[in-house]
């Protein structure tokens, strides 16, 4: 699964990105395996996504949300 | 003996780095560009306990030393070049208390160079309110530095923190990672061959391209016995870099900063679920356009008139105080009118700059981004775009700068193509004039024509700018990785603090920027206007006298008559009717002509070169706005500036490029002539056909 389809104001936690596909400064924001992740708000049509990463608030596009592979957490 | 301390202010955007420069500075600043390029260069003076002073850099905001543009590369050649005049003797990290985790990652970058590193935890006013508490001296301990816990927002902390920079030379360079761990044989390997550099700062130059003074990769790649690796297997120890260096913070955090979730109170997702909602997202995000308008048109009126008031006295107290003769009247007619056109929208751009400033303060611009990405890709735009484009209603210059954060090159170059479409502040006095003679006053639903016709041509600006981009997307074939990432900062009360520096800079340097050039072009076109050559401008009293003694005319028509017939025939007059059959068939006359020409250097020359003109060819001191009224169209009769040339000189001034810094700048930032011609030739013949059209349809 993948943060793509995670659905608002749901939980998870990231499980494996690919460095091929996701930019170095995305990681350094914290977007690692291990952090949780939150979607916090979608724009029209999914697109872009606001979510939460390791307590830090972005908006990346959909198609990098794709190679974000996630798990869910039970709470 | 004092000894200036240079200091480097760093930190992520967001974290109030540029409200610690303030606190520290004052108005004790100045701003200028990096040499060579133009990144915006911010340092001040800050006096220190001991009269010790501190020269301080605000370097532009980064997450990492990992540079992924401009601005950020300026950062790290800084901290990697010891020969620098600016090389920091102490870097001061600028944290937000409620990120510290990933801010700690950049803190942690810097202290592995070996510079004495410290560390300020800013907006500590919010600790309470977000259930926070921190202990500084577990913290200084782990992170082996000296922390100043700042509020700007309350005025506290910022002495600490002068003393700690005054006493930088206790502080610890150990770095906090030992960069071998993430693969021993290749860093040793590294150490070895160059047992003399900082193997940090050599990974740091071997992952980027980054020169500094004594070292560059190439070097490194050079040494025979040095292997170093494919850029994929770089990639994979820059992430696992990354990951020890989150393992390090977390367990700092652990024990350093507790978060009671309970006591937090979110605002953030209360202004959210309505900020960025699907429909009252976009309807707000309007509103707040229409407002901006509104006021800036409400507001400034008061102000405007009195400055144009002042200006008239002010040249006919030097008409009548100085002794009469050429230099008087250069004052009088050429300097005082053509600076009054500038002077006059002070309070218009000034209110501009603030709102824009709110905007980006507030944290409000990134929820705009958010909610425009997927509208703005479908013209092959970036939701970052939004930025350049609102902020291109200051200036383009700054606004194309504001491109260097998008990703993808595609994206980016389509926006600097069609920023320069937005309507930015120097259209402004042209609109403004133009618009108090053609359009009429009324209201409606409490909002004045006038306001709504300046609302209709920031739209018709924007809109152009969609369009074009739209084209462009299609036309352009560039394959670039389409990326985008925003952070979305929590939003803040604005510091009147910093909106009012930031006013007072940009203002400042829009105002002495085009004061020069128009003050330059006044003086021009003052000589051009008041003299001539052959007899029909030096014998203008004869011909003119000869020519009306059928009439009876007083003497005051007669002396109008007489300048009339002088102006036509002086130098400028010339050169305004040969390009006169080209303009004529758009509504204007040979003065708007000249107007035209001479605003290529800059837009807002174009009132101050009709003020320098009139005044030239009349006696009587008038507002700017009155001579203009008072014009006669030569060919068809009734007022020069009436509803139809006045919509198409308005329109051509919404399309047409005219501004030599702009396009010198849009050949700095893509490195190509092509760019800046194309939108110059493209953009001024697009508006000449719809200034044409415009005045053919409605005359």
Known sequence: MTLAQLKRGKRAKIKDVSSIHIPLKLLEMGCLPGNAVELVQVAPFADPMYVNINDTHLAIRKETANHVIIEFIDE | MSKQINVALIGNPNTGKTSVFNALTGLNQKVGNYPGITVEKKEGICKLPQGVKAHII???????????????????????????????????????????????????????????TILVINMSDRMSRKGISIDIPYLEEQLNTKIALVSTRKNKGIQDLKTLIANYRSLSTQPCLDISIIDSDYFNNLKKTFPNQLTYKLWLVITQDVNFGDIDRNTIEDVSHFKTKPVAALKRLQQKETIKRYQFINNVLKNGQTIDVKAAKDLRTKFDRVLTHKFWGYLIFFVILLTIFQAIYDWAEVPMDFIDGTFVALSEWVKNSLPEGAFTSLIAEGIIPGLGGIVIFIPQIAFLFLFISILEESGYMSRVVFLMDRIMRRFGLSGKSIVPLISGTACAIPAIMATRNIESWKERLITI??????????????????????????????????????????????????????????????????????????????????????????TKAFVFGAGKIILAISIVLWFLASYGPGKEFNNAETIVK?????????????????????????????????????????????????????????REVFV????????????????????????????????????????????????????????????????????PILQLVIMSGFAYLIALAAFQILK
């Open chain 2, 546 to 602: 000869e020519q009306y003694a059928s009439q009876q005319l007083s003497e005051d028509e007669l002396q109008q008559k007489i300048a009339a017939h002088q102006l036509e025939h002086s130098f400028i007059g010339i050169t305004g009717r040969a390009i006169e059959p080209a303009i004529r068939p758009l509504g204007y006359d040979w003065k708007i002509g000249i107007a035209i020409v001479s605003s290529f250097a800059a």
């Open chain 2, 417 to 506: 193509l069609v920023t320069p479409f937005t309507t930015c502040s120097a259209r402004l006095p042209v609109y403004l004039i133009i618009i108090s003679l053609v359009i009429p006053k009324g209201r409606i639903f409490g909002l004045s024509y006038q306001a709504l016709t300046l609302m209709l041509l920031y739209l018709i600006g924007f809109g152009a700018a969609v369009g074009s981009a739209y084209l462009l997307n299609k036309i352009l074939k560039i394959k670039s990785k389409t990326f985008f990432v925003i952070e979305m900062p929590n939003y803040k009360l604005p510091l009147p603090k910093n909106v009012g520096i930031t006013v007072l800079e940009k």
């Open chain 2, 58 to 116: 605000d370097l532009p905001g980064t997450y990492s030393l990992n540079a992924s543009s401009l601005d950020e590369n300026v950062v790290i050649e800084l901290l990697l070049n010891k020969n620098d005049k600016d090389f920091p003797d102490v870097a001061v990290v600028v944290s937000d208390v409620e990120n510290l985790k990933r801010n700690l990652l950049l803190y942690t970058q810097i202290k592995d160079l070996e510079i004495p």
């Open chain 2, 608 to 675: 101050g070169t009709l003020a320098t003109i009139y005044s030239v060819g009349s006696d009587e001191e008038e507002t700017i706005k009155n001579r203009m009224a008072g014009e006669i169209n030569p060919v068809l009769g009734g007022p020069l500036f009436n509803f139809a040339s006045g919509v198409s000189l308005m329109l051509f001034y919404a399309f047409a490029m005219q501004c030599m810094s702009t396009l010198a700048i849009v050949k700095r930032e893509t490195n190509s002539w092509k760019w």
